[in-house]
């Protein structure tokens, strides 16, 4: 008697090791923490920083709606572009990002540094009441452009260019860049 009393209170603390097991399987108590859980989300093509932007290969390469190699130098939100996302709290900017912000006072900071060619999530948020576009001035990346309305953040994934240098850029409203509404990037 007494040991089939023994042999229930081994199945009773089987059965609970097993539901905390199962528990901690579903809700990712397992996983490693060094698992990037805040920046953006995997897709099948590749990790999208912020929800709507282009997806980045594991080769570092930004795709466009088609699946190829986004080009930085045609129509902005044209298919063969990157595309810019869709609007986000400004605390929900992955800590990877180069984020600025816009205001009549001018572009924070107003000058940024990437690395050549590399896949660069770059998040751009009104700090005021107006609308802003953020805009290079070269046609090398005409494509590269966010336009967010008042207080918005949105953000853009692409290469930066391989070619080293400064790549200046303004806010394209009209009367925007004329108040100081300009900054550059340079590529290292
Ligand atoms: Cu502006």
Redesign the pocket.
Known sequence: MEQKKNIWVWIVVGVIVLAVIVYLALTGGFKAPAEKSTEGTQTEQGAVAVPGASPVTEEGTVLNTQGEEAKNDVQPGSPEAPQQSNPIAADEVPTSATKVT?SAQGFSPAEFSVKAGAAVTLSVTSADT????FLFDDPSLSAVAVGIGPGETRAITFNAPTTKGEYAFH?D?PG?AGRG?AGKMIVQ
């Open positions: 816009v107006q609308t802003h576009i806010c409203v925007h509404e």
